[in-house]
């Protein structure tokens, strides 16, 4: 995966900030993604972190979905 210097993942939200989903990174994740309410658009917000750092609790529409930080990664945000 190529990042360049202003896209941001999921993975690298703090705890309480929210941001826009913007789109995926691979394809066969996206999919499991959007079936869970995950859907570019979509406010989403870090609410917990896991004792040992994975897997991160986000809200998205209202609802809690927990992400593997490994999952986080290709989920590309705008703030």
Same mark, same amino acid.
């Given at each position: 995966?190529?990042?360049?210097?202003?896209?941001?993942? $999921?993975?690298?939200? =703090? %705890?309480?900030?929210?941001?826009?989903?913007?789109?995926?990174?691979?394809?066969?994740?996206? =999919?499991?993604?959007?079936?869970?309410?995950?859907? @570019?658009?979509?406010?989403?917000? =870090?609410?917990?972190?896991? @004792?040992?750092?994975? @897997?991160?609790?986000?809200?998205?529409?209202?609802? $809690?979905?927990?992400?593997?930080?490994?999952?986080?990664?290709?989920? =590309?945000?705008? %703030?």
């Amino acid at each position: 995966m190529v990042m360049d210097g202003l896209t941001k993942t $999921l993975a690298q939200l =703090l %705890k309480g900030e929210t941001a826009t989903i913007s789109s995926f990174s691979d394809d066969t994740l996206a =999919l499991k993604l959007i079936e869970m309410g995950c859907i @570019p658009g979509e406010k989403i917000t =870090l609410q917990h972190i896991a @004792p040992l750092g994975c @897997p991160f609790a986000f809200e998205v529409n209202g609802t $809690l979905v927990s992400i593997r930080k490994s999952e986080a990664q290709f989920v =590309l945000i705008s %703030k």
